[in-house]
């Protein structure tokens, strides 16, 4: 009966610690990708997640205005994938 709990403690405890490692792996790869898109000022070059590249020409709550080539795009903060700060 020991030898069955030690056996199964054996397997678990890796297990657990994988677990824990890749959760606080996403919580600070989701808190640099949050505090990037907090940081966008207008000037600031962005790509979406779908490929789009613009110019900030707005921002606001929850959403941004670019201006691409010739047409402006109101997108949501959390498409944003890349920013190239305006110097």
Known sequence: MDQNILMNLMLLVPIIIMFVVMTLSQKKKSKKEQELRNS????????????????????????????????????????????????
């Open 40 to 87: 966008i000022k207008i000037g600031d070059e962005i790509t979406t997640i779908g490929g789009i590249v613009g110019t900030v020409i707005s921002v606001k709550d929850e959403s941004f205005v670019i201006k691409s080539q010739s047409e402006s795009i109101r997108i949501k903060k959390w498409s944003v994938a890349a920013v190239n700060k305006a110097e």
